[in-house]
């Protein structure tokens, strides 16, 4: 279970993040949706301390830390707790797609290279890339750099997986192979946020939908409430901007 409570975060004198509290249960799946700019990002970003708020607790498990004054071992093992598949790839160009996903077992959970190996050609095998293990990032497609990621993330065995944005940075013909993966994921009960504009995935896949709006959780629901009978005259907005084509019972 993850548990945020009163996370602020301001930048300079912009306030990002103006006291959210969420809840996620543990095999959950949460999409984050919200206009650019209004703190969903950042939020993912909190949850693991990549960001540090200025107030508020993040409670992970039975792991809570203080915002306000983590401690070096606090925030560790916060993020050792947690995986995240970043926008851009962030694989390691000089290294092939399995010592890419090696590289944290290896470093940062101390496993010897032969447990770290079997383990990353497992999770490279359920991504589809098992043939592509021996490629470096300037021989895969977009699509395929980005199922890496997912992999590496996966080898960890963490408590959540974070995804932030996935298919932004994708072509529009490589989107579907890295949702299909994730798809995947999500039926095997791993507990996810997902920051994303896919609507239909976000439809499909998630178990409650959060709208974000100017710093703060404007709405949430189970998706089929969320898309269909928002409740919310700032959702309703963004909904019909974003997915025309759906109607809404109002």
């Known amino acids: 279970m993850?548990?945020?409570?009163?996370?602020?975060?301001?930048?300079?004198k912009q306030t990002v993040l103006k006291g959210i509290d969420l809840t996620v249960e543990k095999g959950e799946v949460v999409v984050i949706l919200g206009p650019s700019g209004s703190g969903k990002t950042t939020l993912l970003r909190c949850v693991n301390?990549?960001?540090?708020?200025?107030?508020?607790?993040?409670?992970?498990?039975?792991?809570?830390?203080?915002?306000?004054?983590?401690?070096?071992?606090?925030?560790?093992?916060?993020?050792?707790?947690t995986a995240m598949v970043f926008q851009h790839y962030n694989l390691f160009k000089h290294k092939t797609a399995l010592e890419n996903v090696m590289e944290g077992l290896v470093i940062a959970q101390k496993l010897s290279k032969e447990e770290a190996r079997e383990r990353s050609l497992r999770v490279l095998e359920k991504v589809g890339l098992a043939a592509k293990a021996d490629a470096y990032p300037s021989q895969l497609s977009g699509g395929q750099q980005q199922r890496v990621g997912i992999a590496r993330a996966l080898a960890l065995n963490p408590e959540v997986i974070l995804f932030d944005e996935p298919t932004s940075a994708l072509d529009p013909e490589l989107v579907g192979e890295v949702l299909s993966v994730i798809r995947k994921i999500a039926r095997e009960g791993i507990t996810m946020i997902v920051v994303t504009?896919?609507?239909?995935?976000?439809?499909?896949?998630?178990?409650r939908v959060v709208f974000m709006d100017e710093g703060v959780i404007v709405e949430e629901g189970k998706p089929e409430d969320m898309f269909s009978r928002p409740q919310e005259e700032r959702?309703?907005?963004f909904l019909r901007r974003i997915t025309p084509e759906w109607s809404y019972v109002i």
């Open 235 to 237: 959702t309703k907005q």
């Open 49 to 81: 301390l990549l960001e540090r708020p200025q107030e508020g607790e993040v409670t992970i498990g039975d792991f809570t830390v203080n915002c306000k004054h983590p401690g070096k071992r606090d925030i560790l093992t916060l993020r050792r707790k």
């Open 197 to 207: 504009h896919e609507m239909s995935f976000a439809r499909e896949v998630s178990n």
């Open 2 to 12: 993850i548990r945020l409570t009163n996370i602020q975060k301001s930048f300079g």
